[in-house]
């Protein structure tokens, strides 16, 4: 296919994509149709019958005893089930919660507060879980929202209240913020979450990755406080770790946009100083003999990530350790070919690499941008269950990779977790889970599991919070139903090829960005950051703008050096 698309012109020789086949399958799986991925990830996560009804009955028995298992208030599930995107206090939590990240001043901080909460009913949710978050949350957002309220006793007391309150209205939000982070976040510092860890009750099996909060780097000094925060962590835990080594002891999960304020797929000048930085936290996590996992971001940086990791992979001062990991998104289509890359570089270099597996996490974000930009198509799949089937295809690649691949399966799916007990066949192997979420499904497993630990001051809180609902508040949720007994456990049982078989791929509610307009396409747009579709467009660009003054004019925009180039459908 590389070698296609060379003689094609797509393609100039030498680049990378020309020479790696695992990188033109990648690309080519970018934007393809959900029809054309979905096959051959239906065949490969396919079991026979025999197998197919055991995993269906350990799966049964998973959610079974994590009911039975299951401690009110120990998790953030009767949280998200009080609260989720199914209420309408849950919209407006995560509303409040995503938008003032970007409020700078109390004022409009407080007016915000005014229209998103004044209007819930937050009282209606007080005593409906036995559980002290639920609880504590609807108290902080109830008191914020009855100082608001224009239906006070008596328009002075409101006023009178509404022009003294307002400093301690947003202490209340915080208050409530406060008692989330409890749960959702394992510490503030990186000495206060080891702490925590290492007092747990489940710290006899837990394995933990810490991942330092915050949002990517916007200023060269917002990267340099985040690269000296995760050099403090890589080094407290390397500490803490005792001698445990990168795969069976803690470790550090690292996000490439916290190293770079410029770290986007049309600045390719990022990738040598991203290289540097993230060899430095590699050689100070090999030093402590500890495992660095590099994390998955938006599907348009999956490209020059790529690249990262390749050559910090390669660094010969890391032979010898084996710790240098990366995840996966199941929910983009080339989730299969970064597997079959992931293990073809570790071939390469003689030593394995540790692959954590998700399903991902900013599913919305990935929707919008490609309808926003005109893209052919989207870069995940628009059906829950192809997502699934996604993780599964590429759960079974990753076993039979071994043992290049090290293997790390993160889900709180009761079918997922079943799957992967099924297929194991003895080989190595961990579970990963969120903190605070699916305590309760790995307590009936002896499989070793990891903690994904967020770390971060309660200012870091509200991202992670946004990303956590939208990924678990919908009431379809396996989070969000686990815990609710009107759920037969058979319907949390329901496997997702069987679910998709004689079904269109594609979710048919869901457009292509072409018809988001209905009758009025929408504008194609351009992929500066696309290593195929960007070099000629560029080059045509940098020969127009090197044209002589009295050269023959460039007709409108549909000519290009002076020839007639065919109008790219709409």
């Given at each position: 296919m590389a070698r296609a698309l060379v003689h094609d012109g797509l393609m100039p020789e030498g680049s990378p994509l020309a020479a790696d086949p695992h990188r033109a399958a990648i690309r080519r799986l970018h934007r393809a149709a959900?029809?054309?991925?979905?096959?051959?990830?239906?065949?490969?996560?396919?079991?026979?019958?025999?197998?197919?009804?055991?995993?269906?009955?350990?799966?049964?028995?998973?959610?079974?005893?994590?009911?039975?298992?299951?401690?009110?208030?120990?998790?953030?599930?009767?949280?998200?089930?009080?609260?989720?995107?199914?209420?309408?206090?849950?919209?407006?939590?995560?509303?409040?919660?995503?938008?003032?990240?970007?409020?700078?001043d109390a004022a409009t901080a407080d007016r915000l507060i005014e229209d998103k909460l004044a209007g819930a009913d937050w009282q209606s949710h007080l005593g409906q879980a036995d559980s002290l978050l639920v609880n504590a949350s609807s108290f902080a957002f109830m008191l914020t929202g009855r100082v608001l309220s224009p239906e006070a006793d008596s328009a002075m007391l409101s006023r009178t209240v509404r022009r003294l309150g307002e400093p301690v209205i947003r202490a209340a939000l915080r208050q409530g913020m406060k008692v989330l982070a409890g749960q959702f976040v394992m510490g503030r510092t990186i000495g206060e979450a080891l702490k925590r860890g290492q007092e747990s009750a489940e710290?006899?099996?837990?394995?933990?990755?810490?991942?330092?909060?915050?949002?990517?780097?916007?200023?060269?000094?917002?990267?340099?406080?985040?690269?000296?925060?995760?050099?403090?962590?890589?080094?407290?835990?390397?500490?803490?770790?005792?001698?445990?080594?990168?795969?069976?002891?803690?470790?550090?999960?690292?996000?490439?946009?916290?190293?770079?304020?410029?770290?986007?797929?049309?600045?390719?000048?990022?990738?040598?100083?991203l290289v540097a930085s993230l060899t430095e936290l590699a050689k100070a996590a090999k030093a402590g003999n500890i495992g660095l996992t590099v994390d998955a971001e938006e599907a348009d940086r999956l490209d020059i990530s790529l690249d990262i990791i390749a050559a910090v992979h390669g660094d010969a001062a890391l032979a010898g350790w084996d710790g240098l990991g990366m995840a996966v998104q199941a929910y983009q289509k080339r989730g299969l070919a970064v597997v079959d890359w992931a293990?073809?570089?570790?071939?390469?270099?003689?030593?394995?690499?540790?692959?954590?597996?998700?399903?991902?996490?900013?599913?919305?974000?990935?929707?919008?941008?490609?309808?926003?930009?005109?893209?052919?198509?989207?870069?995940?799949?628009?059906?829950?269950?192809?997502?699934?089937?996604?993780?599964l295809a590429c759960a079974r690649r990753m076993f039979d990779a071994s043992p290049h691949i090290q293997p790390a399966f993160a889900t709180h799916n009761a079918t997922s977790l079943a799957f992967i007990l099924e297929n194991a066949s003895g080989r190595m192997f961990e579970m990963q889970r969120l903190h605070g979420m699916g305590e309760a499904l790995y307590a009936g497993t002896d499989c070793p599991v990891r903690v994904y630990a967020p770390v971060g001051g309660h200012e870091?809180?509200?991202?992670?919070?946004?990303?956590?609902?939208?990924?678990?508040?919908?009431?379809?949720?396996?989070?969000?139903?686990?815990?609710?007994?009107?759920?037969?456990?058979?319907?949390?049982?329901?496997?997702?090829?069987?679910?998709?078989?004689?079904?269109?791929?594609?979710?048919?509610?869901?457009?292509?960005?072409?018809?988001?307009?209905?009758?009025?396409?929408?504008?194609?747009?351009?992929?500066?950051?696309?290593?195929?579709?960007?070099?000629?467009?560029?080059?045509?660009?940098?020969?127009?703008?090197?044209?002589?003054?009295?050269?023959?004019?460039?007709?409108?925009?549909?000519?290009?050096?002076?020839?007639?180039?065919?109008?790219?459908?709409p």
């Open positions: 959900d029809e054309t991925v979905l096959a051959p990830l239906l065949a490969l996560a396919s079991l026979p019958p025999e197998a197919a009804a055991r995993v269906r009955s350990r799966a049964i028995a998973l959610v079974e005893g994590a009911r039975r298992a299951h401690t009110p208030g120990a998790d953030v599930s009767a949280f998200l089930a009080e609260f989720g995107l199914g209420t309408r206090e849950g919209v407006a939590l995560l509303c409040l919660a995503e938008a003032l990240l970007r409020i700078p710290a006899r099996r837990a394995r933990y990755s810490f991942d330092m909060l915050g949002e990517a780097a916007r200023t060269e000094a917002d990267a340099q406080r985040y690269m000296a925060s995760y050099r403090d962590a890589i080094g407290a835990v390397g500490r803490a770790s005792g001698g445990r080594g990168p795969i069976e002891g803690p470790g550090v999960s690292v996000k490439l946009s916290a190293l770079h304020p410029r770290y986007e797929p049309t600045k390719p000048g990022c990738i040598p100083a293990a073809a570089l570790a071939a390469r270099n003689g030593r394995p690499m540790p692959v954590r597996l998700v399903k991902g996490a900013y599913w919305d974000t990935e929707v919008k941008h490609a309808q926003v930009q005109g893209r052919a198509d989207y870069p995940v799949f628009t059906r829950k269950a192809a997502t699934d089937v996604s993780w870091d809180l509200l991202a992670y919070l946004v990303r956590r609902l939208l990924e678990n508040g919908a009431n379809t949720g396996f989070v969000h139903r686990l815990t609710d007994p009107e759920v037969p456990a058979e319907a949390l049982a329901e496997d997702p090829v069987a679910a998709i078989t004689g079904r269109s791929p594609r979710n048919l509610r869901i457009p292509l960005p072409r018809n988001l307009y209905g009758a009025w396409l929408n504008s194609a747009g351009l992929d500066l950051g696309d290593p195929v579709e960007a070099p000629p467009v560029l080059a045509a660009i940098r020969e127009a703008a090197a044209r002589p003054a009295d050269a023959a004019p460039i007709v409108g925009g549909d000519r290009i050096r002076g020839e007639a180039v065919p109008v790219r459908d």
